[in-house]
C-alpha cells in the first residue's frame, strides 16, 4: 500500500523558536496532503488541506501566519510552527490523497509528529 | 460536526469477532463508509470502505444495512494488535474532499 512517512517524529523545543515538519509521500504522487492536529484523549482536527503549487486552505480557527504549510511538490509537503507556545504541543498528523479519477476518498496517513514546547 | 454515531467504547475477548456498530442517518446517496483506526500515539490506519454493497478484504468485514442509515465493521478474529480507535467516516468521494474524524470507538481487546 501507499505509504506517507513525516519527519521527525517528535521533536521537543523551547518557547518561541520555529518547528518544520516533513511530510513525505514515499511511492506515490499526492495532489493533496492534509494536516491534522491531535490533543490528548481527543480526535484528530483538520487544520488545513494543501494542494500542490498552490496556496493552503485552512479551517476556521487555524492561524495560517502561525501554521505555514508548504507544498512545493507531489511527494512533499511541510508545516512549520511559527513561535511555538506550550499551548502548540500535540500531534500533528499528515494525510495525502493520489491522483486518479476514483470516486472514492482515499487518503494515506503518516505516522504522526508528537511536538512538545517548553 | 460529524455525521456519525459510535459508541464510545467497546470490550471484546481476544480470539473473538469484534463487531463495532456505526449510525449514519442522514447519509446521502453518494457518500461511502470509511473505517479507519488509531492505535495509541500512531497515524490512522484505513480498514475498508463502502457503498451500498457488503465489503470484505484481508482486515475486516463491512455490512451496511440496505437503507445505509447504519453499519458494522466486522473483525473476525480480534487480536491484542486491535485495541486502537476505530473511526467511521461518511464522505462523498473525489479528490481534494477531507474527512471529518468524530471521536470513534475505543475497541479494547482483552486476553
Known amino acids: 500500500g501507499a505509504v506517507v512517512s513525516q519527519h521527525p517524529s517528535w521533536v521537543i523545543c523551547k518557547s518561541g523558536t520555529s518547528v518544520k515538519i516533513e511530510c513525505r509521500s514515499l511511492?506515490?504522487?499526492?495532489?493533496?496532503m492534509f494536516w491534522y492536529r491531535q490533543f490528548p484523549k481527543q480526535s484528530l482536527m483538520l487544520m488545513a488541506t494543501?494542494?500542490?503549487?498552490?496556496?493552503?486552505?485552512?479551517e476556521q480557527g487555524v492561524e495560517k501566519d502561525k501554521f505555514l504549510i508548504n507544498h512545493a511538490s507531489l511527494t512533499l509537503s511541510t508545516l512549520t510552527v511559527t513561535s511555538a507556545h506550550p499551548e502548540d504541543s500535540s500531534f500533528y498528523i499528515c494525510?495525502?490523497?493520489?491522483?486518479?479519477?476514483?470516486?472514492?476518498?482515499?487518503?494515506?496517513f503518516g505516522p504522526g509528529t508528537r511536538l512538545t514546547v517548553l | 460536526d460529524a455525521k456519525t454515531t459510535q459508541p464510545p467504547s467497546m470490550d471484546c475477548a481476544e480470539g473473538r469477532a469484534a463487531n463495532l456498530p456505526c449510525n449514519h442517518s442522514t447519509i446521502s446517496g453518494n457518500e461511502y463508509v470509511y473505517w479507519y483506526r488509531q492505535i495509541h500515539s500512531q497515524g490512522p490506519q484505513y480498514i475498508i470502505h463502502g457503498l451500498k454493497n457488503n465489503e470484505t478484504n484481508e482486515m475486516a468485514s463491512l455490512i451496511i444495512t440496505e437503507d445505509r442509515k447504519s453499519s458494522t465493521l466486522i473483525l473476525p478474529h480480534a487480536t491484542l494488535r486491535d485495541t486502537a480507535v476505530y473511526y467511521c467516516i461518511v464522505d462523498s468521494g473525489g479528490s481534494n474532499y477531507k474527512l471529518t474524524f468524530g471521536k470513534g470507538t475505543l475497541l479494547t481487546v482483552n486476553p
Open positions: 494543501s494542494n500542490e503549487g498552490s496556496k493552503a486552505t485552512y
Open positions: 511511492d506515490f504522487q499526492a495532489t493533496t
Open positions: 494525510s495525502a490523497q493520489t491522483r486518479g479519477g476514483r470516486s472514492y476518498n482515499e487518503q494515506f
